[in-house]
C-alpha cells in the first residue's frame, strides 16, 4: 500500500456498528472503531475512515508513512480488536472497476474535444473517438498512484499500444482518489473491447478494460 491510498481491512468484530462518513472531511474514528498504523520509523498515525462495519473497515493510508514494513492496529474504544501486518511503498497502482471487483470495465470516462473545442463525454463502455482531428483523452481513476516519481515514470498500453500519459495526480474532490489522463491513440477506432494496462515507477496495476467503437 502507498501513502494515502485507500485500503479494505477485513476480519471480525472490527467495529459494533456500521458507518459511513458523512463529509469529504474523514474523521478519525466511526462507531467505536478506529485505526491506527506504525510505520517502520515506529511512529504512531490515525487512519481516517471513510465507513466501518463488524467485517471490513475502509480507510486511507496516512500520509508521510515511511517505505518498508508496517503494522495496523484496529481499536474499538480504545482497546485493541485486530492487529495486522502490510509492507509499504511510494507507490502502490490501483484503478478501480464500474462493478467494484477490481477487473472488468474501468471506472473512467473519456472526453472528446473537437478541433472547434466542444467537448464530449463518453462512456467507458462505448468510446467513440470521432473524427481524426478529434482528441480523446480518457480519465482513469484509481488510488496508489500519486506518489510517482515524475509523470514520465507513468506508462499506459491500450490494446497493446503506447498511450501518451498526460497527467497522473490526486483527482483533489475525493480523499485517496488519483486520475490518469491519457491520450487515446486513434489507430485503436473499432477496437472494440481492450485491455488497459497501467505501470507506475515499474509496479503494475490490475487489468482494467474500456470499450472503443
Not at 485493541?80 to 462493478?99: C, D, S, Y
Not at 470516462?109 to 470521432?130: C, F, K
Request: charged letters at 10%; glycine letters at 12%; hydrophobic letters at 45%.
Amino acid at each position: 500500500m502507498a501513502p494515502e491510498s485507500i485500503a479494505s481491512l477485513f476480519g471480525q468484530g472490527l467495529a459494533a456498528t456500521t458507518a459511513v462518513a458523512s463529509a469529504t472531511a474523514l474523521p478519525n474514528s466511526l462507531s467505536d472503531a478506529s485505526v491506527l498504523f506504525t510505520g517502520s520509523d515506529d511512529m504512531d498515525r490515525t487512519s481516517p475512515l471513510f465507513f466501518v462495519s463488524p467485517g471490513q473497515i475502509n480507510c486511507l493510508i496516512p500520509s508521510g508513512m515511511p517505505s518498508g514494513p508496517a503494522s495496523v492496529r484496529v481499536l474499538r474504544a480504545g482497546t485493541v480488536a485486530a492487529r495486522g501486518q502490510l509492507q509499504v511503498a511510494a507507490v502502490a497502482p490501483g484503478l478501480f472497476t464500474a462493478n467494484g471487483s477490481g477487473s472488468g470495465v474501468a471506472a473512467a470516462v473519456a472526453v472528446r474535444v473537437a478541433s472547434d473545442g466542444t467537448e464530449t463525454v463518453e462512456a467507458a463502455t462505448a468510446i467513440d473517438l470521432g473524427a481524426p482531428t478529434d482528441q480523446v483523452i480518457l480519465e482513469l481513476f484509481g488510488t496508489g498512484i500519486r506518489g510517482a516519481s515524475s509523470t514520465a515514470a507513468v506508462h499506459v498500453q491500450i490494446g497493446g499500444i503506447d498511450s501518451v500519459v498526460e497527467a497522473a495526480v490526486p483527482q483533489g474532490q475525493y480523499a485517496g482518489l488519483d486520475q490518469v489522463n491519457v491520450l487515446l491513440p486513434g489507430s485503436l477506432r473499432g477496437s472494440g473491447n481492450v485491455n488497459v494496462a497501467l505501470v507506475v515507477d515499474g509496479q503494475p496495476a490490475n487489468i482494467v478494460t474500456i470499450g472503443i467503437l
